[in-house]
């Protein structure tokens, strides 16, 4: 079956650094786009960064400059480095492969909290 898996996450200060990583299995991962996205309570999902399967990367606003995505394909691993962070980077990080098909496949959600 499709996993992924999404260690990590935690409770970092304001200002800090935090690597969030997932690892893929049951997918061809080199075929997928890997992205990430996060949720605030109350607000809906969106996209924080992509990568795609062509190493093509592009970040949502409010993290660039800030958080970077990056894919290890020896590991099937996508991960997202971040730093500077504030506040209201809050929330449950998600992991998302997307393939050709309309199908999706979603990791669990890993919770960063960061404290002012």
């Known amino acids: 079956q499709v996993q992924l898996v999404e260690p990590g996450g935690g409770l970092v200060q304001a200002g800090g650094s935090l690597t969030l990583s997932c690892a893929a299995s049951?997918?061809?991962?080199?075929?997928?786009?890997m992205g990430w996205y996060r949720q605030a309570p109350g607000k809906q999902r969106e996209l924080v960064a992509v990568?795609?399967?062509?190493?093509?990367?592009n970040y949502s606003d409010s993290v660039k400059g800030r958080f970077t995505i990056s894919r290890d394909s020896a590991k099937n691993t996508v991960y997202l480095q971040m730093n500077s962070l504030k506040p209201e980077d809050t929330g449950a990080y998600y992991c998302?492969?997307?393939?050709?098909?309309?199908?999706?496949?979603w990791g669990q959600g890993t919770q960063v909290t960061v404290s002012s």
């Open positions: 998302n492969a997307q393939g050709i098909t309309p199908a999706a496949y």
């Open positions: 049951g997918i061809s991962f080199r075929f997928y786009h």
């Open positions: 990568i795609t399967s062509g190493g093509g990367i």
